[in-house]
C-alpha cells in the first residue's frame, strides 16, 4: 500500500506533464486513444467526484448555504467574464462567423465539472466550487440562449431536463455516495484516500485522450489561430477570477476555487451545442473540442501552482512563528 501511496504521489506532483504527454500522444498518434469511447467521459468524471465524497465531511456541505454571497458572486462573475472575453477576443482576431459561434458558446456555457476536480487537487474550497457548478448549470438553459442571442443574434436550444440529470448523475450522486460510505465506514476509506490522486489523473489523462483523438483531424484543420484564442480565453478567465478574488480579499481556498471556476468551461456542452444548433457551420465545434483539451492542462499546470502557494504559505507561517 504505502508503493501505492508514493505512486500516487508522484501522479499528483506531475500531473500536468503527464496530461500534456498523453494530449501530444493522441494528437499526433490519434489511433493510440480511439480505443477510448466517447460515452466513457461522464463515467469517468464520475469516479472522480466519488472519490471527491470520500474526502468530505457533513461540515463543507453546511458551509455552501450559509454563504450565499460567495456562489452569487461566483454565478455573475462566470456569466459576465467569460461571454465578455469570448466575444472580444473574437473581434480582436478577427474570427470567420463558424469559429465565432464555437468561442461564444464555450463563453456562455457553465463551468464544467473538470473545475471541481481541479480545485480538489488545487487544495480549494471544493464546496464552493461545486456549489458554483452545480448553480450556474441550473441557470445556463436561461442565461446561455440568452446572452448567444445578444453576441451572435441567434438563438440556441438547451435540453434543460438533459443537463439537469447531467448534474445529478456526474456530479452530485457521486459525491453523496462517496460522502455516506466515508461516513460510515471511515475506518476502510482512509487509505483508499491517499492513492485518489493517481486516480484523479490517469481519470484526466482518459479524458483528454477521447477528446484529442476523436477530434484530431478537426485541431488540424483549424490552424494556430483558433488555438491561441482558445489559450487566452481560458487563462484571461483564470487571471480574472484571481484578480476579483484578491480584490475582495477573500481566502485563497476561495479565491482558487473561483479563478478555477471562471476559467475552466463546460465546452462538452458547448461542442454539442455547437454541433446541432449551428449544423451549417462545421467549424463551429472546433473552439469547444481544443477547449476541452486545452483547460484539462492548463488545469493540470495551475492546480500544481495553487498547491505550491499552500506549500510556500506555510513555509512562510512556519518561519514567523519560529522567529
Not at 92 to 98: G, I, R, V, Y
Not at 108 to 132: A, E, F, H, Q, R
Request: aromatic share 8%.
Amino acid at each position: 500500500m504505502k508503493l501505492l501511496e508514493k505512486i500516487s504521489e508522484g501522479f499528483g506532483k506531475y500531473m500536468a506533464f503527464i496530461v500534456l504527454a498523453v494530449a501530444a500522444l493522441a494528437l499526433f498518434v490519434p489511433s493510440s486513444s480511439l480505443w477510448i469511447n466517447t460515452s466513457w467521459v461522464n463515467y469517468l468524471l464520475m469516479i472522480v467526484m466519488f472519490g471527491m465524497g470520500l474526502t468530505m465531511k457533513p461540515s463543507d456541505f453546511a458551509l455552501v448555504f450559509k454563504r450565499p454571497k460567495d456562489i452569487l458572486l461566483g454565478c455573475a462573475a462566470q456569466f459576465v467574464i467569460m461571454p465578455l472575453l469570448a466575444f472580444g477576443l473574437s473581434r480582436l482576431f478577427q474570427l470567420d462567423p463558424a469559429l465565432t459561434a464555437g468561442v461564444v458558446l464555450v463563453g456562455t456555457c457553465p463551468g464544467g465539472t473538470s473545475s471541481n476536480v481541479i480545485t480538489y487537487l488545487s487544495k480549494g474550497d471544493v464546496p464552493l466550487s461545486i456549489g458554483m457548478t452545480s448553480v450556474n448549470t441550473l441557470l445556463a438553459p436561461l442565461l446561455t440562449p440568452a446572452l448567444t442571442y445578444l453576441f451572435l443574434q441567434t438563438t440556441v436550444n438547451v435540453d434543460v431536463w438533459s443537463m439537469f440529470l447531467s448534474i445529478i448523475q456526474v456530479i452530485l450522486l457521486p459525491i453523496v455516495v462517496g460522502f455516506i460510505i466515508s461516513r460510515f465506514l471511515g475506518k476502510y476509506t482512509e487509505k483508499a484516500v491517499k492513492v485518489l490522486p493517481m486516480v484523479s489523473t490517469i481519470a484526466i489523462c482518459m479524458i483528454v485522450a477521447t477528446v484529442v483523438s476523436h477530434n484530431a483531424e478537426k485541431i488540424y484543420t483549424c490552424g494556430a489561430l483558433v488555438l491561441v484564442v482558445v489559450i487566452l480565453h481560458n487563462l484571461l478567465g483564470y487571471l480574472c477570477g484571481f484578480g476579483l478574488g484578491k480584490l475582495l480579499r477573500l481566502k485563497p481556498s476561495k479565491v482558487k476555487a473561483l479563478s478555477i471556476e471562471i476559467g475552466m468551461q463546460n465546452s462538452g456542452l458547448a461542442t454539442s451545442l455547437a454541433s446541432s444548433s449551428f449544423s451549417q457551420l462545421a467549424m463551429a465545434t472546433v473552439p469547444g473540442a481544443i477547449f476541452s483539451v486545452w483547460h484539462n492542462i492548463s488545469g493540470a499546470i495551475l492546480a500544481g501552482i495553487y498547491r505550491r502557494w499552500d506549500k510556500t504559505g506555510s513555509e512562510q507561517n512556519a518561519e514567523k512563528s519560529s522567529t
